[in-house]
């Protein structure tokens, strides 16, 4: 019972245009998603999150949206750089109770110079 | 200077014997896990301690023994290895004030379990 879905295994994207990975979830409780990136050989690394009373938060090149009706939200990278290249996980959590951090099965971003 | 260091980053060893992995934060948080990252890339939740006390354990079988000494370190011991074990186990930590998760995980490198 996979909770938290990231249906793309793999995306290819021309340097300087937008990366959108996305992710969509099962679980209502939900209300706090994360998304990470991960080098080969490296642990996750922490990009962005976003709470769900909002629905957009923006870093940088970095923007994650929320859809909560649709349990669905999305990275989006722009521009997409070569050194973006790596596999991005997305996150989820309910912010109270034991409830832990549930992620995806990862997408493979290549971003093609 | 790592935040979250575990150790030893690779481990090869054999069928049925026992080994450990150690995992230290030194960024005061006071939730530690451990997740086991399988062939096909997926990300599970094994263990989690708060303050040490133990909060999530998933179905795991209990060969697997996290042992967590006070809130910066939590090792993870595996009994009587099988071939299945193999993976790549990655401890990580957060900050739980009150019961409520307030950011995000910090990852550790990841410790590869080879069993042969």
């Avoid at chain 1, 909560?68 to 959590?93: E, M, N, R, T, W």
């Avoid at chain 2, 997740?35 to 890339?41: C, V």
Wanted: hydrophobic content about 35%.
């Amino acid at each position: 019972d996979q909770q938290v879905k990231q249906n793309s295994p793999s995306l290819s994207v021309q340097e300087g245009r937008i990366s959108i990975l996305n992710c969509d979830y099962t679980n209502s409780m939900f209300d706090y998603f994360l998304w990470y990136k991960k080098y080969p050989a490296e642990g996750p690394t922490f990009l962005i999150s976003i709470s769900s009373i909002k629905d957009k938060n923006e870093d940088g090149r970095f923007t994650v949206f929320l859809n909560k009706s649709a349990k669905h939200l999305s990275l989006h990278i722009v521009p997409s750089q070569p050194g973006d290249s790596a596999v991005y996980f997305c996150a989820a959590s309910g912010t109270s109770g034991t409830y832990k951090y549930i992620f995806g099965t990862g997408t493979r971003l290549k971003v093609l110079a | 200077d790592t935040a979250v260091s575990q150790t030893p980053k690779y481990l090869v060893t054999q069928m049925g014997n026992d080994k450990s992995i150690k995992c230290e934060q030194n960024l005061g948080h006071d939730t530690m896990y451990w997740y086991k990252q399988d062939s096909k890339k997926f990300l599970k939740i094994m263990f989690s301690y708060n303050n040490k006390e133990l909060i999530i354990n998933e179905t795991v079988p209990n060969r697997f023994s996290p042992k967590s000494p006070d809130k910066a370190h939590l090792n993870l011991h595996i009994n009587s290895l099988e071939l299945g074990d193999s993976a790549v186990y990655f401890c990580a930590s957060s900050l739980r004030q009150l019961g409520i998760n307030t950011g995000e995980l910090f990852f550790g490198e990841g410790s590869r379990l080879t069993v042969l």
